[in-house]
C-alpha cells in the first residue's frame, strides 16, 4: 500500500512555492460557506465575446474571476503533472470547496490508481493491485474504510481542493501575483473549441484561460523555469451537483499503514 502524494500538485509547479501555513478556506471567505448550493454563482456576462482591440488588463479580468471563485461552492479540478522524462500523474479532485462530500482519484504509473471519499469525517479508499501491492489479493478494487491515525489524516489534507483554490485568490501568491502584474499580458485563444480570455505572465511560462461569458478560471497552466516539469490545472463543475460520491454500501477496514509511509 503506498502514500499518498502531497498536495497540492499542479500549483505548486505552477508557483513554484509551498502552500504551508495557507488558510483552510478562501482568502475571500465572507459568502463561501459551507451550505450547500447548486446555483451557478452570479457573474457578469455578455452576449458577444469582447473584441480583441479593447480587451480588459490582466488584473480586471483575473479579478473577476476571483469574484466569481470565491463564490463557488462545489469544484472540479484535475491535475495533470508532467516531469522530465515523460513520467505523467493525473489527480482528479472533485466535491465541495469546503466540507464534504469530496473525492479524489489520482494515478500515476508506478503509484497505480487510487479513489478516495471523505463522507463526514469518514475516509473511503479504493485501489487497483499496484496500489495495494502486497494487500493486493484482498483489497484490490474494493472499498476500505480507513481507520482514524496519521495516514488518514494526512490522505485528508492531501485530497482537499482549498489550497488549489487559495493559490488563485490570495494576494500574496506567486501565481496571482505573476497573473495581475502590469507586465502580464491579455489575449483571446481557443481552448475546447471556445474562445477563452488567455492571461500570461512576463515570461510566458504561466498561463490561465478565463471564460468571457461567465468569468470562470478554466485552465491553468505553467511550465518549469529549469525544466522541472509542468503542471496543469483544469477547473470545471462550478457549483455542479456532486450527489454521486456517497458512502460505498459494503467496505473492509483499511489495513494498518506504517506512519513513516505517509511522508
Not at 147 to 175: F, G, K, N, Q, Y
Request: charged share 20%; proline share 5%.
Amino acid at each position: 500500500m503506498q502514500a499518498l502524494v502531497s498536495a497540492p500538485l499542479a500549483l505548486a509547479v505552477l508557483g513554484g512555492c509551498s502552500v504551508a501555513g495557507k488558510s483552510v478556506a478562501p482568502a475571500k471567505t465572507t459568502s463561501n460557506s459551507s451550505t450547500t448550493s447548486t446555483t451557478p454563482a452570479a457573474a457578469p456576462s455578455t452576449d458577444n465575446l469582447p473584441s480583441t482591440d479593447n480587451l480588459p488588463t490582466a488584473s480586471v479580468l483575473f479579478s473577476r474571476a476571483q469574484d466569481v471563485l470565491v463564490r463557488t461552492k462545489t469544484l472540479t479540478i484535475r491535475t495533470t503533472i508532467t516531469v522530465p522524462g515523460g513520467e505523467m500523474s493525473t489527480t482528479t479532485r472533485r466535491g465541495r470547496i469546503i466540507g464534504t462530500p469530496q473525492a479524489l482519484t489520482y494515478t500515476q504509473l508506478d503509484h497505480g490508481t487510487e479513489e478516495l471519499r471523505l463522507i463526514g469525517a469518514t475516509l473511503y479508499v479504493k485501489g487497483d493491485a499496484t496500489y495495494w501491492g502486497e494487500y493486493a489479493t484482498d483489497y484490490a478494487n474494493r472499498w476500505t474504510r480507513s481507520p482514524d491515525d496519521e495516514w488518514t489524516r494526512t490522505a485528508i489534507e492531501d485530497m482537499a481542493i482549498v489550497p488549489h483554490v487559495d493559490e488563485l485568490l490570495e494576494e500574496d501568491s506567486e501565481i496571482v501575483q505573476a497573473l495581475t502584474g502590469k507586465a502580464a499580458s491579455v489575449t483571446m485563444e481557443t481552448l475546447d473549441g471556445q474562445r477563452m480570455y488567455c492571461v500570461e505572465n512576463e515570461n510566458g511560462v504561466l498561463r490561465a484561460w478565463i471564460d468571457p461569458k461567465s468569468n470562470q478560471i478554466r485552465k491553468v497552466e505553467g511550465y518549469g523555469t529549469d525544466g522541472d516539469g509542468t503542471g496543469i490545472d483544469e477547473l470545471s463543475g462550478y457549483d455542479g451537483d456532486y450527489s454521486d460520491i456517497v458512502a460505498p454500501k459494503t467496505t473492509l477496514t483499511r489495513p494498518p499503514v506504517e506512519a513513516s509511509s505517509t511522508t
